[in-house]
């Protein structure tokens, strides 16, 4: 990863935050979960398709965290397929 691509994710990093209001949380979640994702896959010199899974996954993961602290909902596994979703 060039230093380039680094600066441009905690650029990015650091606008999620300016536009973070109770109505784009999970927005906002995605945005910070990508870049960490970014910074990961930067910090270990990942080829191009780590990158991609990483910062995917880090959207992802950010997106349902933002969703878990706006709902106050935490989603458990069954074990069987099925979750129950209770308060955190």
């Known amino acids: ?16 935050g300016c ?10 979640g995605a945005a910070i979960g990508a870049g960490v994702g970014l ?3 930067a910090a270990f010199d990942a080829n191009a ?6 910062t995917l996954a880090g959207a992802a993961a950010g997106t349902l965290i ?8 935490c989603a458990y596994s069954n074990g069987d397929g099925t979750y129950r979703t209770v308060p955190c």
């Open 49 to 54: 398709g780590w990158t991609v899974l990483s």
């Open 1 to 16: 990863m060039t230093r380039n691509t680094i600066i441009g994710a905690l650029a990015g990093l650091a606008l999620a």
């Open 19 to 28: 536009i973070d209001t109770s109505d784009n949380r999970e927005l906002t």
């Open 66 to 73: 933002a969703r878990n602290t706006r709902t106050n909902q």
């Open 39 to 41: 910074i990961g896959a």
